[in-house]
């Protein structure tokens, strides 16, 4: 599921195949970065609170950290795809950046599936957040505050919808 070119081995594998001679096509799909998010309730853009979204992963300060220094407080949506070993680090690094303690934050476990779980609190909170044995996204940004009336009108569709 996902795109095969977002931190996917789409690249990679295609390569692989160029350098065999062997043709291939990829196929693009839509990215757990934004569809998660979407099925929480989350924009990762709005107009007034986010005009960028920022995707990184998570799973080693070393690939994640150039970035997150790089990034104004606020300036963006953060999603962190595979990110929860890291999470507190990942929280610790944007507070001493001056990212604000009660930065809006989301942590999000089976998005797409009956067992959807998202715990919704602030970037404070986020290396306390509750884990899970699924992976996990990490959403941190003004636009999480949105989650409560956008998932609310989004469960009123379902029901509209199953009449």
Same mark, same amino acid.
């Not at 291939?24 to 799909?29: D, L, M, R, Y």
């Not at 934004?34 to 853009?45: E, M, N, Q």
């Not at 890291?86 to 929280?91: F, V």
């Not at 998005?111 to 290396?127: E, M, Q």
């Given at each position: 599921?996902?795109?095969?070119?977002?931190?996917?081995?789409?690249?990679?594998?295609?390569?692989?195949?160029?350098?065999?001679?062997?043709?291939?096509?990829?196929?693009?799909?839509?990215?757990?970065?934004?569809?998660?998010?979407?099925?929480?309730?989350?924009?990762?853009? $709005?107009?007034?609170?986010?005009?960028?979204?920022?995707?990184?992963?998570? $799973?080693?300060?070393?690939?994640?950290?150039?970035?997150?220094?790089?990034?104004?407080?606020?300036?963006?949506?953060?999603?962190?795809?595979?990110?929860?070993?890291?999470?507190?680090?990942?929280?610790?690094?944007?507070?001493?950046?001056?990212?604000?303690?009660?930065?809006?934050?989301?942590?999000?476990?089976?998005?797409?599936?009956?067992?959807?779980?998202?715990?919704?609190?602030?970037?404070?909170?986020?290396?306390?957040?509750?884990?899970?044995?699924?992976?996990?996204?990490?959403?941190?940004?003004?636009?999480?505050?949105?989650?409560?009336?956008?998932?609310?009108? $989004?469960?009123?569709?379902?029901?509209?919808?199953?009449?």
């Amino acid at each position: 599921s996902g795109d095969p070119v977002v931190f996917g081995r789409g690249g990679e594998e295609a390569l692989a195949l160029a350098a065999a001679g062997i043709p291939c096509e990829i196929v693009p799909g839509v990215s757990s970065a934004v569809a998660a998010p979407a099925l929480s309730g989350i924009p990762v853009t $709005h107009r007034g609170l986010a005009s960028a979204f920022v995707v990184v992963s998570g $799973h080693a300060e070393e690939a994640y950290g150039p970035v997150l220094r790089s990034l104004a407080p606020g300036a963006a949506t953060l999603v962190i795809l595979m990110g929860i070993a890291t999470r507190a680090a990942t929280s610790a690094m944007l507070l001493a950046r001056g990212w604000p303690a009660d930065t809006p934050a989301a942590v999000l476990f089976s998005a797409s599936r009956p067992d959807a779980f998202a715990w919704r609190g602030t970037l404070a909170g986020v290396a306390s957040a509750p884990r899970s044995e699924a992976p996990g996204i990490i959403v941190i940004g003004a636009t999480v505050a949105l989650a409560s009336q956008l998932q609310t009108a $989004h469960e009123g569709g379902q029901r509209a919808a199953a009449r």
